[in-house]
């Protein structure tokens, strides 16, 4: 089945600055990749996701990247905020969305440093 | 509209205790998932739902765990008896389809002592 490698499992970056989220999958039949934020004690929410037919996809200040070559895609975090504070997952699926249910990475406790 | 909705929030129960966890999903949603959280880890799937069939278990531990969605709506997921290592956060979530966006109750904690 698929595997979901995610680094780091901690990020603190400064208030402002970028932060960038990692992860690598195991099945190339994978073809949706959503991200979810959660925060302390809620549920997941979807934050954005990306199709394999497309390498990149912005909104606002988020955007994920996806390299089908080599089996990984990031998220990127430009201008953090405090509210940014939080923990991201990662998720794969091989059937667009839902079929199989998705496949999490370990997340990533983000820290927005004042 | 509203969300996903789960019940009881939060559940403390004894081992070998039987214990139940109900989602409503978002109405029109076909697609039921239930996965469980461990504190630190990402969701993992135990079943998948298509109206009222199960349409994959195979993550289900089915010597203790059952689930139901009788009328391709709301659903149970039930543990008897319960484990130490049953600890943990039970997820809920729906999509419109199976290739549309999965969107999350807010969980049921569950400690078992």
């Known amino acids: 089945g698929e595997n979901v490698e995610q680094h780091p499992s901690t990020l603190s970056v400064q208030e402002g600055d970028s932060a960038v989220i990692k992860c690598t999958y195991s099945d190339s039949a994978s073809n949706y990749f959503p991200w979810y934020k959660q925060e302390l004690g809620k549920r997941p929410q979807l934050i954005i996701d990306i199709r394999s037919n497309v390498g990149e996809k912005k909104d606002q200040r988020i955007a994920v990247t996806l390299n089908k070559t080599a089996k990984h895609f990031s998220l990127h975090i430009t201008e953090t905020q405090p509210e940014d504070s939080a923990v991201y997952f990662c998720a794969a699926s091989t059937t667009g969305g839902g079929a199989d249910g998705l496949t999490f990475g370990k997340g990533t406790h983000l820290i927005i440093q004042p | 509209e509203a969300g996903v909705v789960q019940s009881p929030r939060y559940k403390i129960i004894e081992k070998k205790q039987p214990v139940a966890f109900w989602c409503n999903p978002i109405?029109?949603?076909?697609?039921l998932y239930w996965y469980r959280q461990n504190l630190g880890q990402g969701p993992e799937l135990l079943i998948r739902y298509e109206n009222e069939e199960a349409v994959d278990d195979s993550q289900l531990p089915k010597d203790r765990f059952s689930a139901e969605r009788l009328k391709g709506v709301d659903s149970t997921l039930k543990i008897q008896p319960a484990e130490l290592g049953d600890s943990a956060v039970y997820l809920c979530?729906?999509?419109?389809?199976?290739?549309?966006?999965?969107?999350f109750g807010p969980g049921t904690r569950l400690t078992v002592l």
């Open positions: 979530a729906s999509s419109l389809g199976q290739t549309d966006t999965q969107y």
């Open positions: 109405s029109g949603h076909n697609t």
